[in-house]
DNA sequence: CACTATACCTCGTAGCACAAGGTATATCAA
DNA sequence: TTGATATACCTTGTGCTACGAGGTATAGTG
C-alpha cells in the first residue's frame, strides 16, 4: 500500500508519535492565562502540575521558538533589573492551535481512562 | 554537572520521555483481564479506547516482545483453525509492573488535568 | 571572590512510536 | 485458477520528541 503516501514527496513521513505535543500545550494553556517568560514558563510547569511534570530548558526554549515561528505566539523582549526576558503572549492564531490541542487530548485521555477500567466504584 | 550522571558508565543516558510508556501500559492492562495474542490486542486498543488510540502491529509485536523478555508476560502458541497465535499471560512481575506504570499515569494525567485548567467550575 | 539564582540559548543523542514491507494460511468470489 | 481480503505473525529503517549537558551573562549574597 506503499502508493497512498500520505504527502506525497520523497517518502517516508511518518506522523507524530500519538502523545507528543504535552508540553506545547501546557505551555500555550499557561500563556492563555498571562503573557510570561521562558524561565519563568519552566518553574510555572512545574508548579502547576504538582510537580508531577518538570520540562527543563532544553525542552521549553525551542518549543518556544517553533510556537514563535508558527505564529502562535507573540515574543516582546524587555529588561527588568538588568536581565533581559523574553516575554510570550497568545495570539488569535495560538488560541486556535490550543484549543485544537486541548481536545485531541482529551479524547486521548478518555480514550485511555476508558481502557484502564472501569476505575471499580460501587457498583449499582 | 556531567559527573553525577545516574547509571555510571559510558555516559550519555537519557531518561525515558516523560509521557512513554503508555503502549505498554494499555498492553499489560487489557492481558490483566484475559489472556490474549498479538492481533487480538491490536484490535482491542481500537476498541476499548473508543477509536481514540490506535497502536500498529509495529508497535505492539515489539512491545509484547519485550515484555517477555523482561518476564511480565509470558507466552504459549497455540494452533487455532490452522492458524498460529501467541498468547500472553501476565505474569506477578507484570502484574507489579502494571501498577507501577498504572500509578505514574495517574500522576501524569492529574497534573496536566490540573495545568489545563480548574475548568472554571462555579466559584465560591 | 566564589557561589547561587536568574535568564537566555544550542547541540547531540536516546528512545519511542511509526509506516512499510515481508511471510504464511484461510476464505470467498470471479 | 487467480485474485482479493482477513487473519496472524514478524523485522527494519526512520522521523521526531523530549532530554541532558553545557555554554553565556548578569545580579545578589556570604
Redesign the interface.
Known amino acids: 500500500m506503499a502508493f497512498l503516501n500520505r504527502g506525497a514527496g520523497t517518502m517516508g513521513q511518518t506522523n507524530p508519535p ?3 505535543g ?1 508540553p506545547e ?2 505551555l500555550l ?2 500563556l492563555a492565562q498571562r503573557e510570561m517568560y521562558g524561565y519563568e514558563l519552566v518553574k510555572s ?1 512545574r508548579l ?8 527543563g530548558e532544553g525542552v521549553i526554549y525551542p518549543v518556544l521558538h517553533n510556537l514563535e515561528r508558527g505564529g502562535a505566539l507573540k515574543a516582546k523582549r524587555r529588561s527588568v533589573d538588568g536581565r533581559t526576558r523574553v516575554y510570550y503572549r497568545l495570539t488569535a492564531k495560538g488560541r486556535k492551535r490550543l484549543d485544537r490541542l ?1 481536545g485531541e ?1 482529551q ?6 481512562s ?4 472501569p476505575v471499580n466504584h460501587v457498583s449499582t
Chains 1, 2 share one sequence.
Do not use: C
Open positions: 500519538f502523545m507528543s504535552v500545550l501546557l494553556r499557561l510547569i502547576v502540575t504538582g510537580e508531577a511534570i518538570s520540562l486541548h487530548w479524547r486521548i485521555e478518555s480514550g485511555i476508558a481502557a484502564l477500567g
